[in-house]
């Protein structure tokens, strides 16, 4: 892949019309298709990012699946699921270059079914990147955190919020008052070159802030996993979501609490990221 840089690569991505879906890895047409029949038993899911034809850091999407299993006492290995290869049938069956993909498997009456398909995705435009989102706080626990499963009455709740106040995304508060994750990503803020973000245990592991993890780790970048109290956000000077969609973006606002998009850590980290995707192919 050539070398591109933010503002040509992440862009606001108009969703695709796709005809197919894989029940069982066979191919099914979408029209009868609808993620109610999920809401019943208990859907355990992953969505991967394509990217140029390809499925993108697909290993830390097995690692979470395999913890969400465990966690939820189903003792399935993924690699038997061989999901490189069906992924690969779907892209090829639905001509797929850039979008997101949903994995689930359902488990419902003793038995399992899996679903891969298509799913509408919108991008971050490149001023979101360079200027910040705007994003709001909810009073909401989500139960068995660690565990990445469906949940349509938080969902819904939160796509309410973000459609009716005009952010972003919504960010989490427990009862206690502590900033634990976003709706559909994780949350980390920056105070004197030092990261923080949330302990493991309180939030959905996600792909994406593990690989900040793994560059902090590599650039020697401090990170410290802490509670974050919502009355003590105006103590950071930067801060940012990660996840499949939005990969790494800066926050400009959480409710009244300004933030500095700018923040020279967080452009290196966003570089950094960024990066990565150049050495997918």
Known sequence: MKSTNISELYFLFLPKIYNMILVNNTAQDSAGFSE???????????????????????????????????KSN?????????????????????????????????????????????????YPSAEAYRKGIDTMTCQAVRQNPEVKYLNPALRNLTNRLIRDNHVYEVILVDNEGYVTEGSRSNVFFIQEETLYTTPAAYVLPGTSRKRVFDICKTEKISLEEKRIGLNTLSRYEAAFITGTSPLILPIRRINSVLFHPDHPLLRRLMRSYFSLLEKTD
Do not use: A, C, W
């Open 36 to 70: 109610k029949i999920l809401e019943t038993g208990l859907s355990i899911y992953e969505v991967i990012r394509i990217f140029n034809k390809k499925p993108i850091f697909l290993q830390d999407n097995l690692l979470r699946l395999d913890n969400s299993l465990k």
């Open 74 to 122: 189903i003792h399935l290995d993924p690699s038997t699921f061989h999901l490189p290869d069906k992924l690969e049938h779907l892209i090829r069956l639905e001509h797929i270059e850039e979008g997101n993909v949903k994995y689930v498997l359902h488990f419902t009456n003793g038995q399992m079914t899996e679903y891969l398909y298509t799913i509408p995705h919108s």
